[in-house]
């Protein structure tokens, strides 16, 4: 089973500043496969980056998608207040399972 | 637009059986696969099984192999999760997602608001 390690667990920032959120895979996973969601408290999760570097409809350009093989990133340029919330990346790689990363809770310094 | 609206959740005793119906609308549910992801409490997601449009296809997570059945209806656009054997550890919210492609990419686009399923005696 393909294994998604992100890291920080938590990260502690303030408004404006930038957050890095890493993703590294146990083995390489197709561009194409690599996904990143944003879930806010009692919500269902939010679609942001698919392909590793495409924004979905709506998404504000200062989500940057990046990466490639095992190491994935998800770059906020400049944090505003409605982006406090938990990040999951997730692959669909060819063969399910297709999981999840365990989180990245990005909260108010 | 699209919606996806999840029904069958409750408190349910171990080793009892519940059934999941997630109603889809807004878009032409034959054409997309569906997953069920799910989040117990105060935990991450966890991705449950998927279906492909046509229902040909259905792949599950270890934890729940041969416990829980994905399946659909076209013609009801409706999407289902049947559980058997609860166990505590699948108390969770369980989400229904659309499953899309755009180019070789895959995602999930939309997701339902999610229905509680609480496995306790």
């Known amino acids: 089973e393909l294994v998604l390690t992100q890291s920080p667990g ?25 996904v990143w969601y944003q879930q806010k408290p009692g919500q269902p999760p939010r679609l942001l ?6 924004r979905a409809t709506g998404i504000p350009d200062r989500f940057i998608g990046g990466g490639s093989g095992t190491d994935f990133t998800l770059t906020i340029t400049r944090l505003e207040p409605e982006d406090f919330a938990v990040y999951y990346c997730q692959q669909h790689d060819n063969s399910p399972p297709w999981t ?9 310094k | 637009q699209v919606q ?4 069958g959740g409750g408190v349910v005793q171990p080793e009892k ?42 792949y599950y997570a270890d934890s ?27 108390t969770a919210v369980y989400y ?19 229905t509680l399923v609480t496995v306790s005696s």
């Open chain 1, 100 to 108: 999840f990363g365990q989180g990245t809770r990005v909260e108010v």
């Open chain 2, 64 to 90: 729940v192999k041969g416990r829980f059945t994905i399946s659909r209806d076209n013609s009801r656009d409706t999407l289902y999760l049947q559980m058997y054997s609860l166990r505590a550890e699948d």
């Open chain 2, 17 to 58: 059986s519940l059934r999941l119906s997630c109603a889809a609308s807004g878009f032409t549910f034959s054409y997309y696969g569906m997953h069920w992801v799910r989040q117990a409490p105060g935990k991450g997601l966890e991705w449950v099984a998927v279906i492909w449009s046509d229902g040909s296809i259905r």
């Open chain 1, 10 to 34: 938590t990260l502690s920032l303030s408004p404006g500043e930038r957050a890095t959120l890493s993703c590294r895979a146990s083995q390489s996973v197709f561009i194409s496969h690599l």
């Open chain 1, 49 to 54: 980056i698919y392909g590793a570097s495409n």
């Open chain 2, 4 to 7: 996806l609206l999840e029904s």
């Open chain 2, 96 to 114: 229904c997602a659309r499953f899309g492609c755009n180019g070789g990419a895959c995602y999930s686009d939309y997701w339902g608001r999610g």
